[in-house]
């Protein structure tokens, strides 16, 4: 299994960024995917779920309305669009694929997001 995140980069404040996570080695739609975030000196939170079955996502409070994350099953993506990016964005994403209801998952290597003021 691989989970490979790409798009990372640094923006000023109120930009944009787009970052993919390609899945290889697992049946894609049936993992629950997830953006995690881990900052300097923080603990990793999550940022933004979307489900294996569909349904609503959902999000960190803070990044709601800014975050939206979607995902392609025939492509086996899970992308997040990340818009009006503040400095307290800037962390490392991880790309999470996770089984629902069985204790298993399998994470990225991270990519970096930096925001300056």
């Known amino acids: 299994v691989q989970l490979v995140e790409s798009g990372g980069g640094w923006v000023h404040a109120g930009g944009s960024l787009r970052l993919s996570c390609a899945a290889s080695g697992l049946t894609f739609s049936s993992y629950d995917m997830s953006w995690y975030r881990q900052g300097p000196e923080k603990e990793r939170e999550l940022v933004a779920r979307i489900k294996s079955v569909g349904g609503p996502a959902t999000y960190l409070d803070s990044v709601k309305g800014r975050f939206t994350v979607s995902r392609d099953n025939a492509k086996s993506t899970v992308d997040l669009q990340m818009n009006s990016l503040r400095p307290e964005d800037t962390a490392t994403y991880f790309c999470?694929?996770?089984?629902?209801?069985?204790?298993?998952?399998?994470w990225g290597q991270g990519t970096q997001v930096t925001v300056y003021p």
């Open positions: 999470n694929a996770a089984l629902p209801h069985f204790p298993y998952e399998e």
